[in-house]
């Protein structure tokens, strides 16, 4: 083959091989090359794949026209898997499976939050018509809480099922291996070529150069740093960060979940969850935004997901056997929301920043992005498109209070106790005037969501998070709220 591709696609997570598996649906011609770095961090595998849509919705889903575009994808999604699912079966002898059925439990383990997450779940539920059930929580096998941890109310939805990613990459792998059009480079994008506002290719960290008038980076986490080389529009696209989260892989000694088990969203992350695996169980996941990828497990952090999982969901996990510790990167924007689509450099695309969902969202992406290529169909208006304002979906009073029901809920979730002169009222007055401190810093006057400003508490150089954050949303376009609901 000569190096001279129709598209080229960086990176070989679950975005990137389930764009060219849509693009070769409608032209089995098309000559694509894939850069796979095999980053051992990246999300796709790290992930525990729930192909969750209702049970990921939390009070501030509906508020703005912006969230609720990002769950109308959410639900075209669900919609879609079967179908994609028996597309990708057609090429396989071995099948990939997506067991379906999640229970939501709501537990007081941890703050306020989760009950106004829970009830904005059943909310959408009837207003969209989806099935549910209210179910005893006891009556859900395999699990089996501490009392102080028992949940007081659960749903079981019986739609939204999970998968194994790292079979769904494999077979995607195979089949694209399979095309004689399809070449799958094991080599890292170092940097995009272009001129005259053209994209022409690429050049590898080898030295080898791809060209082709059509680059689609869907690099995960892993995204700023190659924007960061191209001027013309580094400063135009909010930037790309990492959610980095921690789980686990266990095997009980015997165990009965069928189904996925979880928690709403909560603190800033996705909410406990426990999956069945190939027998085993994944338990997930932590959630801590930094400006790069993590490669290292935390102490703290591992060990707060162990003692959640055995508190809340079963204390029979005490005994399991620890497979694996997993550690991996969700591609996350500053403002939260995806950059999908073309630059103003003609042909280069961004399929990126889809943070705690991408694995679900992947067949509604992957054929809208195949389409949005080719121009073979008229997409409807996007309001992702990378090169694009700051989102607002927030002002300051509202992120402060938002952020401080994330903050209680970790905080009560890691065993926080008041002392009894210190009420939460008055434990909320200091945080306000952190939070409020912290935008003055900044010198924003709309506000950041809580896992952003969490992100400049945990990093690890405070300061120069907020060096980074102030310099580039002064250097954005900053859009007024034009889009609240
Ligand atoms: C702990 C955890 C739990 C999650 N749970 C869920 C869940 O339950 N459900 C869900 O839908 N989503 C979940 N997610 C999110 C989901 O995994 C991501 O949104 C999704 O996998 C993103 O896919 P991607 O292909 O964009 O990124 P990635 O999977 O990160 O893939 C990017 C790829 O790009 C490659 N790459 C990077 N730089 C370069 C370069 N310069 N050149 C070439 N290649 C490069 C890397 O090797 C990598 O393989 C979770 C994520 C994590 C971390």
């Not at 924007?227 to 529009?233: A, R, S």
């Not at 591609?331 to 103003?344: A, H, M």
């Not at 009420?423 to 007055?429: D, G, H, V, Y």
Request: charged share 20%; net charge neutral.
């Amino acid at each position: 083959m000569s190096n001279k591709y129709d598209i080229i696609i960086a990176g070989d997570g679950i975005l990137g091989y389930s764009t060219a598996f849509a693009l070769l649906q409608k032209d089995p011609m098309l000559k694509i090359a894939i850069v796979a770095s095999q980053h051992k961090n990246a999300a796709t595998l790290a992930s525990g794949a729930m192909l969750n849509c209702f049970s990921e919705l939390t009070e501030t889903s509906f508020l703005t026209n912006t969230a609720q575009s990002k769950f109308q994808m959410a639900f075209e999604a669900l919609k879609k898997w079967p179908a994609w699912l028996d597309k990708i079966n057609e090429y396989s002898p071995k099948k990939v499976l997506s067991p379906r059925g999640t229970y939501i439990l709501l537990n007081s383990k941890s703050g306020s939050l989760d009950t106004s997450n829970f009830y904005a779940i059943i909310k959408a539920l009837k207003t969209y018509n989806e099935p549910y059930q209210e179910v005893s929580p006891k009556e859900i096998p395999g699990i089996n809480p501490l009392d102080s941890c028992r949940p007081l109310q659960s749903l079981y939805l019986p739609n939204e099922g999970y998968i194994n990613p790292s079979f769904l990459l494999a077979t995607l792998q195979q089949i694209l291996c399979s095309s004689c059009n399809v070449k799958i480079v094991y080599d890292s994008v170092e940097k995009i070529n272009y001129s005259d506002g053209i994209v022409r290719g690429v050049t590898l960290a080898s030295g080898k150069q791809l060209s082709s008038g059509k680059v689609i980076l869907a690099t995960g986490a892993f995204t700023q740093k190659l924007i960061n080389k191209i001027p013309e529009i580094k400063d135009q696209i909010p930037m790309s960060l990492s959610g980095a989260g921690f789980a686990l892989t266990i095997k009980p000694k015997q165990h009965s979940i069928q189904h996925i088990i979880r928690t709403p969203n909560r603190a800033g992350a996705c909410g406990l969850h426990v999956v069945p695996r190939e027998g085993d169980l994944y338990v997930g996941a932590t959630n801590n935004v930094y400006l790069n990828p993590k490669t290292k497990l935390s102490a703290g952090l591992t060990q707060f997901l162990i003692k959640c999982a055995i508190e809340q969901i079963n204390q029979d996990f005490y005994s399991a056997e620890i497979k694996d510790f997993i550690v991996g990167n969700r591609p996350v924007t500053i403002d939260t929301f995806p950059l999908l689509g073309e630059v103003s450099i003609e042909g280069l695309f961004l399929l990126a920043g889809t943070y705690r969902d991408g694995l679900h969202l992947s067949p509604y992406l992957s054929e809208y992005m195949a389409n949005l290529i080719l121009g073979t169909k008229k997409e409807n208006d996007n309001p992702f498109t990378p090169e694009r304002s700051f989102i607002q979906t927030k002002n300051i009073p509202d992120a402060i209070d938002e952020f401080i029901l994330h903050y209680f809920a970790g905080s009560y979730e890691h065993g926080m106790v008041l002392p009894a002169f210190l009420s939460e009222k008055n434990f909320c007055t200091l945080l306000r005037q952190k939070i409020q401190t912290l935008h003055d810093e900044l010198e924003i006057d709309f506000g950041l969501s809580p896992d952003i400003i969490l992100m400049t508490l945990f990093e690890e150089n405070e300061q120069k998070a907020k060096r980074t954050l102030k310099k580039h949303l002064a250097g954005l376009r900053l859009q007024k709220f034009k889009n609240v609901a």
